[in-house]
């Protein structure tokens, strides 16, 4: 066994690791766990994306943090983005001089994880388990399509994506988001809800590419061997759980 790990590559081993640390806790299922989980993801991600923005004011890590904890305590976290926002507003209408670039991070990566928690709050641990699904069918389907088929670009914001990976992804995602669906919103529900949890997803990823694109960074950070920083990772999720929260609280 060792033998085998020891071929691996750095990126399968680290991707190997961090599957098995989300079954860990997905298998806890603890409130808390998630909200440490997410909460220590989610500033190094602010961190990422503060030096992607080119924001200097280090402030936006306190403002995030305060908003984390009242995430925990908070029956409905989403609404505390906007008053984080209204804050934020009033302060910089009060003052004058705080970076307008702040709102940033709040929108992206913040927003996204604050999203995340409420998916898991509202849905439960399964639910977390079927995005964790389509977003990765979908990475994998659109790699290995993309490579045996793949000839007509995409985007111009990341050359290497092109169509018949996309297609391919959503494809396969929509097949394995079918099956690992929850039982509440039925099969075509499963199939509507995998397919534009999916295409989100694809976005999320092209978003993350085209900010390390304008700040001229190849990763958002290095923490994680053979995959980059934080956002690299988890850039497809930050999408696809926002769009999942709403579909769900319109289908169930």
Do not use: C
Request: overall charge neutral; hydrophobic content about 55%; cysteine-free.
């Amino acid at each position: 066994m060792l033998e085998i790990l020891g071929g691996l590559s750095t990126r399968v081993k680290t991707g190997i690791v961090l599957i098995v640390a989300m079954l860990i806790v997905g298998y806890i299922d603890s409130y808390f766990l998630f909200w440490l989980l997410f909460g220590t993801m989610l500033m190094i991600a602010v961190k990422e994306a503060k030096d992607l923005y080119k924001l200097e004011d280090r402030s936006i890590y306190i403002y995030i943090l305060l908003l984390w904890v009242a995430v925990y305590f908070y029956p409905m976290p989403v609404d505390l983005i906007f008053i984080v926002a209204i804050g934020y507003a009033s302060q910089l209408a009060y003052k004058r001089k705080l970076d307008k670039k702040m709102i940033l991070p709040l929108l992206y990566p913040t927003a996204s994880f604050v999203f995340l928690m409420t998916l898991y709050s509202e849905f439960g641990v399964m639910v977390l388990l079927w995005l964790l699904v389509i977003v990765a069918a979908t990475d994998t389907g659109a790699y290995f399509t993309g490579k045996a088929f793949g000839k007509t670009p995409f985007s111009e914001t990341s050359p290497n994506k092109t169509l018949e990976g996309v297609v391919g992804g959503m494809t396969l995602a929509i097949i394995l988001g079918t099956l690992t669906s929850i039982n509440e919103i039925g099969v075509l529900g499963a199939i509507i809800v995998s397919a534009i949890v999916s295409l989100s997803s694809v976005f999320g990823d092209l978003y993350e590419s085209y900010l390390k694109r304008e700040a001229g960074a190849k990763d958002s950070g290095n923490i994680l061997p053979g995959h980059g920083g934080v956002l690299d990772r988890v850039d497809g999720y930050l999408f696809g759980a926002i769009v999942m929260l709403v579909l769900l609280r319109v289908i169930i």
